[in-house]
Antibody, heavy 119, light 108 residues
């Protein structure tokens, strides 16, 4: 059973870069034809898809965030990561790492990591 | 963007009730719709995909129907574990995914 776990700073200053890592256990990123990605949820609000990276390394992003987002995969560490640049308070959210073979809906989720953007 | 609108926003029901949640798309999405259940402080859980296909391990009291722009999630007989927030998500176009705003199912 695939398990995902987010890690990274819980506080980021405005205009800086948010960086999160998702560690994968129970399966290998390089050995599976899965998509590895991120979804976020502002406190008390709904869900927003951020982006995904296929196991080959090709990335796909939400058009509304595309200019600020990078999702990358590190097969040597069996991890994938999220970088979101030039953050503002509007980027404060719980960030979930996700995975699925479909690339379009998500069977596997991490527990979520709250990131607050504040000075 | 395809906008997804769920109704109602909040639903009060009792154990054993049959409940239905509606999700409407701003344009046709064929059958490219998924449903998730989320409990407070937890990650969402996939319930159904392609409108009516149950995800692995999901009880058969959950069912989905619809096509085009109108979809429903039905729980045939509410169990205590079902009180949660439910989200629909469209995936008509690859990498242009959007979610509904959520429906909170409360105990009456």
């Amino acid at each position: 059973q695939l398990q995902l776990q987010e890690s990274g700073p819980g506080l980021v200053r405005p205009s800086e870069t948010l960086s999160l890592t998702c560690s994968v256990s129970g399966g290998s990123i390089s050995g599976s034809s899965y998509y590895w990605g991120w979804i976020r949820q502002p406190p008390g609000k709904g869900l927003e898809w951020i982006g995904s990276n296929y196991f080959t390394g090709k990335a796909y992003y939400n058009p509304s965030l595309k200019s600020r987002v990078t999702v990358s995969v590190d097969t040597s560490k069996n991890q994938f990561s999220l970088k979101l640049t030039s953050v503002t308070a509007a980027d404060t959210a719980v960030y979930f790492c996700t995975s699925d073979g479909s690339g379009s809906f998500w069977n596997y989720w991490g527990r979520g990591a709250l990131v607050t953007v504040s000075s | 963007d395809i906008q997804m609108t769920q109704s109602p926003s909040t639903l009060s029901a009792s154990v054993g009730d049959r409940v239905t949640i509606t999700c409407r798309a701003s344009q046709s999405i064929s059958s490219w719709l998924a449903w998730y259940q989320q409990k407070p402080g937890k990650a969402p859980k996939l319930l159904l995909h392609k409108t009516s296909n149950l995800a692995s391990g999901v009880p058969s009291r959950f069912s989905g129907s619809g096509s085009g722009t109108e979809f429903t999630l039905t729980i045939s007989s509410l169990q205590p574990d079902d009180f949660a927030t439910y989200y629909c998500q469209q995936y008509k176009t690859f990498s242009e995914y959007t979610f509904g705003q959520g429906t909170k199912l409360e105990i009456k």
